[in-house]
């Protein structure tokens, strides 16, 4: 399976988009009224955990699709069928099924710096759970964007590890 893209092509769309409401959402002061600022920054905090899910979702998929082939293949996608919260425990759940290797090395990244990254994706869950049940998140355009650079930072580290070559 050599000479397929890395990484899955359908990825790179969904970067596009969450830059381009990155930077729609860091423009201030904004034009927009407030309140539509508010909703706007909502938005982006929900399409930051579903860019880090999809990544998850695309990236292990793409990795068994090309380091496997038959039953073998079929019976592994099976397991992948759905996303997940992008928390630290479904994180670390999902990249134990390719290895301790793999899962001390997530671990590491997401309790470095006191465990910042983990602490931030808890965050990021929570506040997405928050907004899509209509609770009040509080997230400022600011730690909207630091939870981008989070996101994108595990996002980052999937990507890499589990590049198939």
């Known amino acids: 399976m050599a ?9 790179y769309g969904l970067k596009l988009q969450l830059d381009e409401l990155a930077d729609a959402i860091g423009q201030r002061p904004s034009k927009r009224p407030l309140g539509e600022q508010v909703w706007l920054t909502r938005f982006f905090v929900v399409r930051i955990c579903g860019y880090l899910e999809q990544v998850v979702y ?10 496997s082939g038959g039953r073998i293949q079929d019976f592994s996608l ?14 670390l759940d999902l990249v134990r ?5 793999l899962w001390e090395d997530l671990s590491r990244l997401l309790d470095s710096n006191d465990e910042e990254l983990s602490r931030e994706l808890a965050f990021l869950v929570d506040r997405r759970n928050k ?5 009040n998140e509080g997230v400022t355009e600011s730690k909207a964007l630091a ?9 980052a580290w999937f990507i890499d590890a589990l590049k198939p070559n």
């Open 3 to 11: 000479g397929k893209s890395w990484p899955p092509q359908s990825l």
């Open 131 to 135: 907004i899509a049940h209509g609770l």
């Open 97 to 101: 099924r390719f290895g301790v290797d």
């Open 78 to 91: 099976t397991w992948l069928e759905k996303t997940r919260n992008p928390s630290k425990a479904n994180l």
């Open 147 to 155: 939870l981008k650079g989070a996101a994108e930072r595990v996002a």
């Open 58 to 67: 695309e990236v292990t998929r793409e990795h068994v699709r090309q380091k």
